[in-house]
């Protein structure tokens, strides 16, 4: 059974500085990982797709790598800003189709 | 970009009542779409997998008779949460596109 775990669950920062969000998972054999914002009370925000081939995605200000050997994936964002806080989670997919997602690190960017 | 809508947005309802959240794909075709329940403070779970024109695909310990799941067509995927109970109470969020796309939620409340 896939386990995904999300260090740390909350992160306070001042704004301007660089971060980084972890997450690992127990089973290799994946389909894809994900990371999503979610604001609170609200749906889910896809911000990027690691296909299981793939070592990393940008997008702007973020970049996520994946490690699958060793069962990782990290979100990096630069420059954070007020408007970057927020709860981010990881979602991993596995080849029978299924995602499980982590517990979310809640971010807290201080003006 | 494709997006996903749920209706209502919130909704509060008496124990015992039976309550029908919609999930629709406005611009895309969406055979395939998920239901995932978060309570709050902890990650997604996925409930069910919602196929056109053939029954949903229930996770282990998913009542299947509890929660409903039509997908009659191929931009609209409906959850009957019946019977609700306060244990019910829960944010409900559907996907589709591969879980590329999630829709902003359902808020329930069982009084």
């Known amino acids: 059974k896939q386990e995904v775990t999300q260090i740390p669950a909350a992160l306070s920062v001042p704004e301007g500085e660089n971060l980084v969000l972890n997450c690992s998972f127990t089973?290799?054999?994946?389909?894809?990982l994900q990371w999503f914002r979610q604001d609170p009370g609200k749906g889910l925000t896809s911000l990027l797709l690691i296909q299981s081939s793939q070592r990393e995605q940008t997008s702007g200000r973020l970049n996520a790598s994946l490690d699958k050997s060793s069962g990782r994936s990290t979100l990096y964002i630069a420059a954070s800003q007020p408007g970057d806080s927020a709860t981010y989670l990881c979602?991993?997919?596995?080849?029978?189709?299924?995602?499980?997602f982590g517990d979310g690190t809640t971010l807290t960017v201080k003006p | 970009g494709a997006v996903v809508s749920q209706h209502p947005s919130w909704v509060i309802c008496k124990s015992g009542t039976s309550v029908k959240i919609e999930c629709r794909s406005l611009?895309?075709?969406?055979?395939?779409m998920f239901w995932y329940r978060q309570f709050p403070k902890q990650s997604l779970m996925l409930m069910a997998t919602?196929?056109?024109?053939?029954?949903?695909?229930?996770e282990q310990g998913v009542e299947k008779d509890k929660f409903l799941i039509n997908h009659a067509s191929l931009t609209l995927s409906t959850l009957t949460v019946t019977s609700a109970h306060p244990e019910d109470s829960s944010f409900y969020i559907c996907s589709a596109l591969n879980e590329q796309f999630f829709g902003p939620g359902t808020r329930l409340t069982v009084l």
């Open positions: 919602s196929n056109e024109g053939s029954k949903a695909t229930y």
């Open positions: 089973d290799s054999a994946i389909y894809n």
């Open positions: 611009d895309f075709q969406a055979t395939t």
């Open positions: 979602a991993v997919r596995t080849n029978a189709g299924k995602s499980t």
